[in-house]
């Protein structure tokens, strides 16, 4: 028992020795270690989990939500999670790690899995990630306007650049001005 807690003891102040030395490079221009991009996964996946599996989906199939979701996704998403048919911009090429492109991931089948997709769309949108550059659009936006940028990003994986263009063309054409004044903030 005593040679493990030496042991332990000894991996403490190594590891002190070497994080005080600025060893590990915190540059967005540097990738993590794959142990770190591994524990990071690990935990950020784990903690979303852990939030958002008893949170009650509410009806998200309805045009209303669709275009709600649309709007805000295009004025508050799109710089670093792009949509189909936009290039890269500045902002999201520069970012550490890179946001994901949800347009680009495989569309589930499995109702199970787009409850917990959407559990968790709306978790991360509300309370951001740390570290991440993801905002906790909860501070700014009610529940209603999360849980349909929720559903709609639920939704990018099957359009096409032309059906983003059509369905943000038609939310902004029945939509309100962006200034969340709706939202209890000016």
Not at 34 to 39: C, F, G, L, N, S
Not at 125 to 152: C, E, Q, R, V, Y
Request: include cysteine; proline fraction near 5%.
């Amino acid at each position: 028992m005593r040679k493990i807690a030496i042991l332990l003891i000894a991996s403490f102040i190594l590891a002190f020795i070497a994080l005080d030395s600025g060893v590990y490079n915190m540059a967005a221009t540097e990738k993590h270690w794959a142990v770190t991009e591994k524990i990071i996964a690990w935990m950020r996946d784990n903690s979303i989990e852990a939030r958002a599996k008893d949170l009650q989906v509410p009806s998200l199939n309805n045009e209303q939500i669709r275009l709600k979701g649309a709007e805000h996704y295009n004025a508050m998403c799109t710089a670093c999670h792009l949509a189909p048919g936009l290039k890269p911009t500045e902002l999201s090429l520069g970012l550490y790690p890179q946001a994901p492109k949800f347009f680009e991931r495989t569309p589930s089948k499995d109702p199970n899995e787009k409850l917990e997709r959407a559990r968790a769309y709306f978790w991360v949108i509300k309370n951001g990630l740390k570290m991440t550059a993801m905002p906790a659009w909860g501070l700014s936006h009610d529940d209603d306007s999360i849980w349909a940028m929720a559903a709609f990003v639920l939704e990018l994986n099957a359009m096409t650049p032309e059906q983003y263009r059509q369905i943000v063309q038609t939310a902004q054409d029945n939509s309100h001005d962006h200034t969340h004044q709706d939202h209890g903030h000016e």
